[in-house]
């Protein structure tokens, strides 16, 4: 028996409320970051991933005390990232309740940054995040920075490589084509990630029913499925999807 796979609801913080969008666009509110934390908790939520997606520095600062109020009222742990560019800022938001930080945009520009985080909180707290879309012309999965709007040259499944050597003990990746569009997770990308690196990967982007999960975790490549929507909106109860993996002899915790 392995691990148990963890279901993470994502929030995206922008002006310190709860938003969701379609392919990083079309974005809308949905409600209130501490409400909403406490009550993933109780529905058996595993962990939390908090994104500050506006990132600016005033965004930071709410970011901070939305981490602040949340930790306070819950127990499971908790992912924080969005616009992080210092060891400060690192700093600030685990002192603040964060349990990991996942660096995207700022791992592209400084891999070091990875791994000073590594040095100071452990691999376990840093999280490599990559926002990977399919290439179809050059014929591999492209590492997009800044929300998901501006192309690299990096391959995700190389990157993914390097995050793990500059200290990543956890790779959170998401799917832009799938994202948002609740026609699954892009099984390809995360089989592919899998057999590159040997730390835990959180598959993002794409859940819209309960057998999108089912078949993620399926050939026990990933660890952990994170989705938004679905859950915000009430389309899939997390103590049904969780009872649902059971009976699937997917090892979860109920």
Known sequence: MGLAKRIIPALDIKNGQVVKGISFDQIRAVGDPVALAKRYQEMGADELVFLDITATIEGRATMKSVVDQVSKEIFIP?????????????????????????????????????????????????????????????GFYRVYIAGGTKPTALDAIKWAQELVRAGAGELLVTSIDADGQKKGYDLRLYQQLTAAVD????ASGGAGTTKDFVDVFADGSVDAALAASVFHYNQIAIPDLKRSLKEEQVEVRL
């Open 78 to 138: 908790l992912t924080v990232g969005g616009g992080i560019r210092s060891l400060d800022e690192m700093t600030s938001l685990i002192q603040a309740g964060a349990d990991k930080i996942f660096l995207n945009s700022a791992a592209v520009k400084n891999p070091g940054l990875v791994t000073a985080g590594a040095q100071v909180f452990g691999a376990q707290a840093m999280v490599g995040a990559i926002d990977a879309k399919w290439d179809s012309v050059n």
């Open 199 to 202: 730390v835990p990967i959180i």
